[in-house]
């Protein structure tokens, strides 16, 4: 257990941003096997704008022109996506396999509300205290008012602050805590005094050789500390001073500034690895008051193109935030720099006017290549964020068979056009990405070795599983995880685990079992974790039971706090293997007031008998038909004397919008021993609901201290 504990954490810690790739197992190839190549189809996604800059839908192939170095290509497949939602990533394989019909397994039929992908990388190397500030409130609002019930977000850090906490979410709480995590990072120059050298002075004297600016600084120094030479005396040294003092800040600031630009760039394209696991289009606002990327002294541009490149792989959408706010010039600040050489040269005001230009450099050269957009010189961060989802709400995905070299290569000039409408303007990547394949003269590969890959143990497969960072799903595996707090135990997670029965196939129905290797972990942000380990075995059944899913528990003991459990599967008999992971808060309930446990679901059919709450399994998905009724139960604590007086109200929300509400019930004492934990149950209908992803709000209220307490509970209707 020590060591299965410190694998663990190398798996888990290691930065959040860095996704684990699932180890592959192919079948190995034969000497003189020849495998074919197929050339895959390109996807482009592209938007379309009209003149007032809203999104165009409704476009069909025959209306995009597909061109490729100057001239006209054939489109294989265009379709209209309507970003996060479920249909998306059957649409992509859909169009990737050159239009075969994905299976009822790969989509949540009928769910159209979105739920989008958004990441926001927080440059907080880059941010003053004050764009850090007001990011940080922006950010909080976003979440609090315009975040949809069915989206995914992620808060990223480039000094990486946030730790275990910039994982991609639709915890609320979880997504707060990374915000609070948020502290000053910026490191600049520690000079007090009044002639300050910025990270763009920096470079052009280092890199560019500015002799009239390094002259500048020079005079500036010398007015600064009034290294004037006494009367007859030799000027020159009092000079040379000033020159080495200018040139040991730039040699330092100039080194400083190469660092943190990489720094920056090699986390977000690790951000854009990690991320390449998940369908469909993913949008990240990159927030930053810019850096320096130039090609004399460091490798930040090419590093900068490396990120462009791989986000046209992936399907990240850039739009960058200047977090400063409104274009100011620094030079009427009357404290600093504010020496005149007197003679009119302006250098001040020129340097400052290139500056900005060259800060805000990258911010433009990330959004044009990714296809999104560099908000610049804008006071209001949430308003920004609200045009880039607007704009990127929907998108058409087109696909294409490249036939030369060059566009196999993605080498080629793509630009994309609506057949009779100039008026329309279309926005797309600079770069594409295509498939990379094996080249040869009839278009095929000659295996030369028979050597078999290595197979992975099945220990350190398992654990490798645990600490993805995205959940594998070769077993169809779900997860329900909530807190109630025992007399004898105290507060314990109680785990429903579910892994669906149709996945295995049993050839011998009298004899044959698959054995299921189970571990688990809770791990909080401060490196606790408590773990578990089971063996499930899995019997044939009837075909009556085909449907019926497997399902089973485990229960943890933990203190209060703000846990992610992780749960990771290993079929023995083929290695297959499945992975899930929930958020979960634990509050302390010692201090006082009226508390409750979480909300514990399940689904009854409407054509099912009423049953008692304990004859319906724990729904360890939240997906419900529409047909079903949502049955809840939870516990309430330090409820008062007996008998208690509290009343209880539920509602289904969705954005923010009510759409359907019980009326307050008592929460009944009659039949209750104890009443330090009184249980409750109750059903919502869903047939007035749409499709969609919703939020459950349950209230319970002691009217005696007048003391409320509320619980949460996401989930998708279908």
Request: aromatic share 6%; charged share 20%.
């Amino acid at each position: 257990m020590r060591s299965f504990l410190l694998v663990l954490a190398a798996c888990v810690f290691a930065p959040a941003i860095i996704a684990q790739r699932p180890a592959s197992t192919p079948e190995p190839i034969k000497p003189g096997d020849i495998v074919t190549i197929n050339t895959e189809l390109v996807q482009t996604d592209v938007t379309v704008f009209d003149k007032s800059g809203r999104p165009v839908e409704g476009l069909s192939l025959g209306d995009f022109v597909l061109s490729l170095d100057g001239k006209p290509h054939a489109i294989s497949f265009a379709e209209s996506i309507r970003a996060g939602s479920s249909q998306e990533a059957a649409q992509l394989k859909s169009i990737a396999s050159a239009g075969a019909k994905p299976t009822n397994e790969e989509k949540l039929a009928g769910v159209t509300r979105d739920g989008r992908v958004v990441i926001f990388f927080v440059d907080d190397v880059h941010l003053s205290n004050a764009s850090l500030t007001r990011t940080r409130t922006a950010l909080a609002e976003f979440i609090e008012k315009r975040m949809h019930d069915g989206d995914q977000v992620a808060v990223v850090s480039t000094s990486g602050q946030i730790g275990f906490l910039q994982q991609l979410t639709n915890n609320e709480v979880v997504i707060h805590r990374a915000l609070e995590r948020l502290n000053y990072k910026r490191n600049p120059e520690t000079y007090a005094g009044r002639t300050v050298i910025t990270d763009y002075q920096a470079n052009q004297v280092a890199n560019h050789n500015d002799r009239e600016l390094f002259n500048y600084l020079v005079s500036s120094t010398l007015n600064e500390y009034q290294l004037v030479p006494s009367k007859g005396g030799d000027p020159r040294g009092l000079a040379q001073l000033a020159v080495n003092n200018v040139r040991n800040r730039v040699r330092q600031i100039e080194a400083n500034s190469r660092t943190t630009a990489n720094d920056t760039l090699g986390v977000l394209l690790s951000l854009m690895r990690s991320s390449a696991p998940l369908p469909g289009r993913k949008l990240l606002f990159f927030v930053s008051d810019g850096f320096i990327t130039d090609t004399r002294g460091s490798n930040s541009l090419s590093m900068l193109k490396q990120v462009t490149a791989e986000a046209s792989r992936v399907g990240m959408v850039v739009y960058t935030m200047e977090a400063s706010g409104i274009y100011y010039d620094p030079a009427v600040d009357a404290s600093r720099n504010d020496f005149s050489d007197g003679i009119g040269s302006g250098v001040s005001a020129r340097n400052w006017s290139a500056e900005s230009a060259g800060m805000r450099e990258p911010l433009r050269i990330l959004a044009d290549d990714t296809g999104g957009r560099a908000l610049l010189n804008s006071n209001s961060i949430p308003r920004s964020i609200e045009e880039a989802l607007d704009e990127t709400s929907a998108y058409y995905l087109l696909a294409w068979r490249p036939d030369a070299d060059e566009q196999r290569a993605g080498k080629s000039q793509l630009t994309v056009s609506i057949k009779n409408h100039p008026e329309l303007r279309v926005r797309l990547r600079r770069n594409y990405y295509a498939p990379a394949t094996a080249k040869s003269e009839n278009n095929s590969v000659t295996a030369e070795t028979n050597s078999p890959p290595k197979q992975p143990e099945p220990e350190a497969e398992l654990l490798s599983t645990l600490g993805t960072l995205y959940p594998q799903k070769t077993l169809p595996a779900s997860l329900s995880v909530g807190y109630v707090n025992n007399a004898d135990k105290g507060l314990t997670l109680k785990l429903s685990m579910q892994v669906e029965r149709w996945a295995f196939t049993f050839a011998d129905l009298a004899a044959e079992k698959k054995e299921i290797d189970v571990i688990g972990a809770a791990i909080d942000d401060r490196g606790v974790i408590s773990t578990f380990k089971q063996l499930l075995t899995v019997t044939p059944t009837g075909p009556e039971k085909f449907g019926v899913p497997v399902q089973w528990n485990q229960e943890l003991r933990v203190p209060p706090g703000l846990y992610q459990v992780r749960v990771a599967l290993r079929e023995r008999n083929t290695g297959r293997t499945g992975g899930m992971q929930q958020w979960i808060e634990v509050p302390d309930l010692s201090s006082g007031g009226l508390q409750m446990s979480s909300l514990f679901t399940a689904e009854r059919r409407v054509s099912a008998d009423d049953a008692p709450p304990s004859s319906l399994l724990v729904n360890t998905s939240q997906r419900f038909a529409r047909s079903s009724a949502l049955r809840y139960q939870t516990y309430l604590y330090n409820a008062g004397v007996a008998p208690a007086d509290v009343e209880i109200t539920a509602r289904i929300v969705q954005d923010g919008e009510t759409m359907f509400a019980m009326p307050a019930a008592q929460v009944p004492t009659d039949t209750v021993k104890d009443h330090a934990s009184l249980p409750y149950w109750a059903e919502l209908p869903l047939a007035g609901l749409r499709s969609g992803f919703y939020q459950l709000q349950v209230t319970a209220t002691d009217k005696r201290s007048k003391s409320r307490v509320m619980q949460r509970l996401h989930f998708a209707v279908y």
